[in-house]
């Protein structure tokens, strides 16, 4: 068994002891919390550049750790992303390949592996609070369907199938451990983020370390906002007063948890990463920071997402990186920080966040690639390698070449201009798109496409 890296000691041999953490009695390995808005824009908030919203412990948490502005989901849609931040894998790898709502047989497949589960392996605890929408709405009901503890790894969890229902107010649908809970008196942020801290105070096991996803539903639509937290924003329109205070309502539960782990004396050794699972939805209020796109699309705006990492010690604080990370680099910053392998019979698509942490640009064997199933036309497919972002139709008929570090506004089609760049990234996004074919379950889109009288995927 290995010893985790970043807790070596040297001519310690802990080879006749059955427990990992035995001899870490006061040292314990890091804990790991991922907190997640849902269609928070790359600029909805004061930390990223909003000029309204006040989004205090967002700032506190960037001016304790790292704020990367080349931040990425995976996907331009919710689903998707979810899943790749816990297998490391891009969608159309791991079977949801799509946005999950009404009745669909796209799910997170039984055959996955996620980082909570590899490293409950290893003696850690598991938790998810918040939304979890990686299976259809029937299946999450069927007691005889994987749910969220089987498929995901978790120990303990309280969730709802995909958004608070009918709204962020007095939520009806969450179940806890798979027993419905029925209505809750509150919002939803607060009612997650409390979650969160009674089972951080009253059911973990102070022995070991954990693993914690905080899936908050704000600010997706429909949006409730608690009327302390859109007060805050008298001088704007009652649409925009509700939606900035959405934000506020988000930042304000992240603080409870924030304030929960300095008292708990478990702020020191907590790598917390907080992120969006998409861009914004056009019309609702969200603000892409004036990027291209929003949810749905594979411009900048429906895939870059604000994106802060805090971990005392290991992470310079205040620190601001423009080096690319996406979500599915969650799952193989958690194997690195514990030294397990990645599951070798299968492509992990992320790679360690760890030397970024360092200001180090990671070497990546498989670019960073994006297929939103429901995103528009002319931006359904993207890959980005260095600098350059290569993006295209459905089909792969229509291209835009982007310098992103020059222009992340995706103003300026290289195409013409640089061919030989084009045709090298055109090759690249085609034989990746292949190679995520051969290993995903393709029969399950081609299969949609047949029925909808779509034909082919590609034409190329």
Not at 432 to 443: S, V
């Amino acid at each position: 068994m290995k010893t985790p890296r970043l807790f070596r000691k040297p001519f310690i041999t802990i080879a006749l002891i059955g427990n990992l953490f035995s001899s870490f009695a006061e040292e314990l390995p890091p804990n790991i919390i991922v907190v997640l808005a849902d269609d928070m824009g790359w600029g909805d908030c004061a930390t990223y550049g909003h000029p309204v919203i006040k989004s205090p412990n967002l700032d506190k948490l960037a001016s304790q750790g790292m704020k990367f502005t080349q931040g990425y989901s995976a996907s331009g849609v919710c689903s998707p992303s979810r899943s790749a931040i816990l297998t490391g894998r891009t969608p159309y790898r791991n079977g949801v390949w799509r946005h999950l709502s009404g009745v669909h047989k796209a799910h997170l497949r039984a055959s996955e592996i996620t980082y909570p589960e590899l490293l409950r392996e290893k003696g850690y605890e598991t938790c998810h609070v918040g939304k979890w929408h990686l299976l259809s709405k029937p299946q999450f009901d069927n007691p005889e369907f994987l749910q969220v503890g089987e498929q995901g790894g978790y120990d303990y969890w309280m969730a709802t199938h995909n958004n608070a229902d009918p709204s962020h107010k007095n939520p009806n649908n969450f179940y806890r451990n798979g027993k419905a809970l029925g209505e809750l008196e509150g919002y939803s942020a607060p009612l997650v983020a409390d979650e969160a801290i009674h089972w951080l105070k009253d059911v973990r096991d102070e022995k070991k370390p954990f693993v914690m996803s905080v899936w908050f539903h704000e600010p997706h639509k429909p949006i409730a906002t608690d009327i302390k937290f859109s007060n805050l924003y008298p001088d704007q329109s009652e649409k925009d007063a509700t939606y900035f205070g959405n934000i506020t309502q988000l930042d304000y539960a992240l603080g409870k948890i924030m304030e929960t782990l300095k008292a708990e004396g478990l702020e020191d050794n907590t790598l917390l990463i907080f992120s969006s699972d998409n861009g914004p939805v056009p019309g609702v209020g969200g603000d892409t920071g004036g990027l291209r796109g929003n949810k749905r699309s594979d411009f900048e705006g429906g895939i870059r997402v604000p994106f802060i990492v805090r971990w005392p010690g290991h992470i310079a604080a205040g620190t601001t990186s423009d080096i690319p990370v996406i979500g599915s680099d969650i799952f193989s910053t958690a194997l690195d920080i514990l030294d397990i392998d990645e599951p070798a019979d299968r492509t992990i698509d992320g790679v360690s966040m760890l030397p970024v942490f360092k200001g180090e640009t990671p070497k990546r064997n498989v670019p960073l690639f994006w297929r939103t199933h429901v995103s528009s036309v002319e931006s359904r497919i993207a890959l980005r390698d260095g600098d350059y972002k290569i993006v295209s139709n459905d089909v792969m008929t229509e291209f835009f070449l982007f310098n992103i570090p020059k222009d992340h506004y995706e103003e300026h089609d290289l195409k013409e201009e640089m061919p030989e760049k084009f045709e090298e990234l055109k090759a690249l996004l085609i034989k990746t798109w292949e190679d995520i074919c051969a290993e995903g379950p393709n029969e399950w889109w081609e299969a949609e496409n047949n029925k909808a009288g779509k034909g082919a995927t590609l034409n190329y």
